[in-house]
């Protein structure tokens, strides 16, 4: 198709589109009137502030203080499961209210989003893609995807595959007992709600592979432990991990 035809189409579409059925940004109601808008307008995405310069090298914990990063006392004292892990951006503001409208308004259309969030905010970085075979994202128990519709760490996971070229290994980390969300509990009994309750099936597919393990959000980092020591006891060389926001 000729370019200015395409172009055009692509205007007129959009025009329909806002007559027949407007509509506006969830969170500053601003009207959605560019292409490929959907459901948040460009200027509140524009509006996150991604990457934090102060964060520990391995766990990915950001640091209050403006400093080099740096390994923080908590793996200096023990390393974690995983090799590195890294944050695009603070668990506040626009881009946690973009995150509960994913979750729990069921707009499937922002994990695409939220991935490439993710790519502009932490594709350059070296050590969280050097050498990564497989992409896999941190799943939910059977019963809790059915009740929500969707995995969104998985939606997540297959759009930063796709961008980066990397496979996707969807459905081998499992998670075999429904414990209560994370969320629903405080920081010091997040750590027991996810212990065991995690495995690989099929784990020749990824044995002796860097595993990229990706996840919405880092909180106390009790999952992301638990997923990784699954996966290394099943034969990964290494894990690396992803979220999109850190609380």
Request: charged share 25%.
């Amino acid at each position: 198709m000729i370019p200015s035809l395409s172009k055009k189409i692509s205007s007129f579409t959009k025009l329909a589109e806002l007559i027949f059925f407007p509509s506006f940004c969830e969170l500053c109601s601003s009207l959605l009137e560019f292409p490929q808008e959907r459901v948040i307008c460009h200027s509140c995405w524009k509006s996150i502030r991604t990457s934090h310069h102060s964060y520990c090298i391995c766990c990915g914990r950001f640091f209050e203080a403006l400093e080099e990063p740096h390994l923080c006392q908590v793996c200096l004292e023990k390393r974690p499961p995983f090799s590195h892990h890294r944050s695009c951006a603070r668990y506040k503001g626009k881009l946690k209210d973009i995150i509960l409208l994913y979750k729990y308004r069921h707009f499937q259309v922002l994990g695409k989003d939220l991935a490439r969030l993710v790519c502009r905010a932490l594709g350059k970085e070296e050590e969280i893609w050097w050498k990564v075979d497989v992409v896999v994202p941190v799943p939910l128990h059977p019963k809790r995807k059915k009740k929500r519709g969707f995995n969104q760490a998985q939606i997540i996971a297959e759009e930063l595959a796709r961008i980066k070229g990397i496979e996707l290994q969807d459905g081998l980390l499992v998670k075999t007992r429904n414990v209560p969300p994370q969320t629903s509990l405080r920081i010091e009994e997040r750590v027991r709600n996810v212990t065991g309750v995690f495995g690989v099936v099929k784990g020749e597919k990824i044995r002796g592979k860097v595993v990229l393990l990706v996840d919405d959000v880092y909180t106390t980092g009790s999952t992301i432990r638990e997923c990784s020591s699954a996966l290394r006891n099943a034969g990964v060389k290494e894990v690396k991990a992803l979220t999109v926001a850190q609380a």
